[in-house]
Nanobody
């Protein structure tokens, strides 16, 4: 079964840096776009950064200039290098990817996979 697993979260002081990693495991045939989302307590989940199958990256305005998304095709992984972190960056960060083969969700097929999330806490 295909799964996405995140790692790299933790407690960091304001101004610090973190590298988040996410890898796809199982019988993965193909991965198209990959992305990082985050959700803070009481807030809606929001897109942080995304990278296409061709390597084109895009970022949310709130993190532009402070984050870099990249991917490793052989390792079937996506990374998010974060710097100059502030308390507003505190959230659970989720890895997302479009993967073939699709999974069954609610009796239907979906190519949209999500990781379990990794906690990032920015505090002094």
């Amino acid at each position: 079964q295909v799964q996405l697993v995140e790692s790299g979260g933790g407690l960091v002081e304001p101004g610090g840096s973190l590298l988040l990693s996410c890898s796809a495991t199982g019988n993965v045939l193909n991965i198209q776009g990959m992305a990082w989302y985050r959700q803070a307590p009481g807030k809606q989940r929001e897109l942080v950064a995304a990278i296409s199958s061709g390597g084109d990256a895009m970022y949310a305005e709130s993190v532009k200039g402070r984050c870099t998304i990249s991917r490793d095709y052989d390792k079937k992984a996506v990374y998010l290098q974060m710097k100059s972190l502030n308390p507003e960056d505190t959230a659970v960060y989720y890895c997302n990817a479009d993967i073939d083969p699709p999974r069954t969700v609610g009796g239907t097929y979906s190519y949209d996979y999500w990781g379990q999330g990794t906690q990032v806490t920015v505090s002094s």
